[in-house]
């Protein structure tokens, strides 16, 4: 070993609790001077580094790192904030330093780290919780073999060629919510909770500070018209907007069958300017991705107080009172409607 390195997210206990998740900060502090002691006293030579982790609420802390762990470290180095691992993509919009602009994340750890988790098994990636990431079972094969193996050969591939889609790398790649399978079933844990996108914004809530609100908005978009587009500038207004996208199974269990595919309504939806995500709404009940998200807003035209929609309203009224939500209902743009498009476009062919 020739050295060890603290990554710290604050300089001080308040500001690490709400990064951080929990009040560690001494406990950290302790290690680091129990360290340098225990460097004193065995004679070890080793190098002690800090990385502060930096957030759009902690980046004007960089002199206090210095201060406060003034003589506990060899070098202190500064990393903006990331969604490593994929799990927690509000890390990107809420906490990223506004400064970090990348578009896509360039990810070295394919190709030259060695990630293994208490289990034995190698993952292409050290904050795997779940075991998504999992390429070998080192209580089978060597190391080497694992490295060298079929499976860790094919995540590359994925990475060279920019394919990672369905992959937990994908949404940390991309800083997206997307959804993931694990690389090796068997291996991976079960988490229902996994990819929940409101923790942190509850904990910035809570800790009074400035706070983007989360908009979600629902709607099957097979054909944009201004209806939509008044819905969706209603959404802006107030935060961010994630547009629920209804799946072809989801359009088809009310409506008649889509004339385009999800994927490209997903591809109209996702370059509009008043959307910032697009997710998939899997069945006409919204009750799934409003648990999932939690938005402070759910926008929808007043359309749905009647119809086919009717009854899953009053539960998404109930469902988004119960964490302090509220329902938008911007007023139907009387005149249009994909329904009745549709209808002209038969009536003309
Ligand atoms: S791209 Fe994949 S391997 Fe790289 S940091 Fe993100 S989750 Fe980990």
Known sequence: MDSVKFSINAPERKLYEFIHGHDDFDKVYEHLVYLNQY????????????????????????????KVFDGLADQIVFKDVYNQGGYMP???????????????????LPFDALCVTWEGYLSVENADFENMLIVADLNKVSLKEGW???????????????????????????????????????????NPDIFLDWPVRER??????????????????????????????TAASLGRVVVGLFSDEAIR????????SYEERKAVVESLKYVDEVTCQETKDYSDNLRRYRPDYMVHGTDWRTGPLAEVRQSAIDLMTQWGGEVVEPDYTQGVSSTKFKQKVKQTE
């Open 39 to 66: 460097r004193k006293e065995s004679g070890r030579d080793f190098k002690i580094y800090i990385t502060g982790i930096l957030t759009r609420y902690t980046e004007h802390t960089r002199d206090d790192y210095f």
């Open 90 to 108: 509000e890390i990107d919009w809420q906490l990223k330093c506004t400064h970090d602009k990348e578009q896509t994340r360039r990810c070295n």
């Open 148 to 190: 060298y193996g079929e499976k860790m050969k094919e995540v590359r591939r994925m990475f060279l060629d920019n394919c990672l889609e369905g992959t937990l790398c994908h949404g940390c790649v991309h800083h997206c919510q997307s959804s993931a399978a694990p690389l090796m079933p068997e291996y991976a844990t079960e």
């Open 204 to 233: 910035i809530k809570v800790a009074g500070l400035p706070y983007t609100k989360l908009v979600y908005v629902p709607m099957a978009a097979d054909i944009i018209h201004p209806g939509h587009i008044n819905i969706l500038k």
């Open 253 to 260: 269990s009310y409506k008649p069958e889509p004339y385009m």
